[in-house]
């Protein structure tokens, strides 16, 4: 997959003016200076948003200037589907409190998406022991070892 | 109490041999396979830190820096592939030497040059930390004010192609370093009602998400059946004599830049190793042989990339600002144990710091003796597969992430911030120099707040403190030099254009 790089940054410097904004305006509503104080909590921030809004600006303006090129992303899908399952899975941690589970299924998932070789029997029982396997280190290290409760 | 007065006995105690050990043997572990890097080995281990004391943890973790840092030379002179981004260079010369029928010889080069390098580097980092320290101990809010202001100017002019968006990337990290309660008044900043915000983001859960995530994803875009075979004969790494009078002269002058290189925040090894072969091979008697497997194209940059290690350590033992990535998350470390960084480190937490010192040294002395005798092994890494790796170190980064605080809400950080960074990185905007600013906003924050408390909102107080004065007029040589050097290049682009 290819996109504008050019397009890419415009996006991406959109989305951080508008983190800047969201400061700006949450900053202002911050309670006012106390007895004693020169600058007050919502000093640092409001020039700070000002700053990173100037530097977009600026940034928007070098990259229009720029030579047009595009950035290839290998396997987007890939990159989706990983962040998606990591998601799932803390969901699934967070809401049934099923980490050990949840592990093995995460990790068993990942090895059998990203290895290419043909699917049989051989290879699902190798992806599964190497899934116990990792499962099994980190029970031992973290929760037995350092008492980590997950 | 002087450095040499030390209770050594200490460094004999089984926790820090493990220490030493483990971390040698993780980070060339680490450094061997090719996309992970020492930032990333640093961050898998930091969970286990916590039920340790500190001076093991910290040992633990710059053991590892420095084995991470000869193990990239495995992979690069044995395939061709780095290890790690300051083990590029060496490739140049490396992997020929090898193709040649010698590549023994050529990991014989690299790890004396990384060995001398890496002592040297544990050297300048004791003398200079004792140095600077009875300086720093005289900083205070103003100077600790402008010491960011110097450590963000220097960044975004050091670590990225495009100043803009390094700046931009600064202001970023500034913003996510407000989050939380304000240390003055109490008062909730951009918490936008969620309490695990009340304690701002952790430095852990951004550092897994900006390195570990963002790069597991980007080596998803490789060969993920991708084995490394190796020649496993032919792997016994040593130099004579003769070979290593050769190349002696470069060592130590790679050492310097590297350690020099180690000190500027938002450098790290990659430039290390760069500067130092490229004036090797300038002030070589046979430069034309550079990039056919010269010895000094091994051992310039791997010098430089060990010596690098050392001094990434002095700004952050002397004033509390981490010199590269991997430092950031030993400060992340030292943190929680409740070590508070800054200039009066060397005084409250001095048997530390000198621990740190002898332990680094050690550990430079046992990368050397495990690189010797166990680089056959670990060349056999080479051959895990990608598929299996990626979703091991993402798992592994993840519980790293939880461990802390055992706090889930630190994971759904890792991964958002991850994805974003995933982005970030293809569109030139800088990790290194986020992360920087987000460890030194409450410090620039705090010392700006204090200063104008004790002026009574006079900012002259600014510049009438020499310590203040003095950084100052850095901050403006530096700025001066970015816009020379970014005139000098644009010249020389428009000469080519012209002359094409």
Redesign the interface.
Known sequence: MRIS?KL??YA??LF?VI??II?YF??SN??VL?K??????E???KL??I??LI??I??FF?TIRKKERY?K???PN??VF??IL??LF?AA??LLGLFYIS?FL??LT??MM????KNSLKKVGNMMA?SLL?VLF?YL??EK?????? | MNVFSFDFTTLLSFDVLFAVVFGTLFGIFIGVLPGVGSTIGIVLLL??T??MSPIMSIIMLMALYNGGSYGGSISSIILGVPGTPGATATAIDGYPLAKKGFPGKALGYSLTASTIGGIFGALCLMFLTLTLSTVTRNFRDPEFFLLGLLGLVCVASLSSK?V??S??SI??G??FS?VGM?I??G?K??TFGNINLLDGFTLVSLLIGLFA?SE??NM???D??KRHVTEKKRLKTSISWEEFKSVVKDIFKSSVIGTSIGILPGMGGSPASWFSLTEAQRSSKTPEKFGTGHPNGIAAPEAANNACVGGSMVPLLTLGIPGSPAAAVIMGALMIHGVQMGPMLMDTETELIFGIFWGFLFAVISMYIFGRYLTTLFARMLTLP???M???V???A??GT??PR?N?FD??VA?IV??IA???R??D?SLPSFVLAFILGPI??RG??RS??IS??SWSIFVTRPYCIFIIVLIVLLIIAMVFSKAKTRKAIKEKIDAE
């Open positions: 790089y890419a940054t991406i410097l951080f983190i800047a400061f949450k900053a911050l309670p106390v004693g104080a020169t600058i007050g909590p000093y640092f921030p700070n948003s700053l990173l530097l977009c600026l940034s070098t950035i992303i290998e396997k890939l990159a990983t962040l990591l998601s803390v941690w967070q592990s995460l990790l990942l090895f990203f290895n290419p070789t190497i990792v980190i290290i973290f070892l350092l008492h980590v409760r997950f | 969970p286990l916590y039920s495009d803009v968006k700046s931009v202001f970023m500034l913003q407000l304000d003055f008044t008062a900043r951009f995530v597991a994803l998803l875009e490789g993920l059946s990608q598929y299996i990626v979703p091991i993402a798992f592994i993840l519980i939880y461990v055992l889930i994971l759904w991964i991850g994805g995933y982005i970030l293809k569109l905007f620039m924050e700006l707040r104008l408390m009574r909102g």
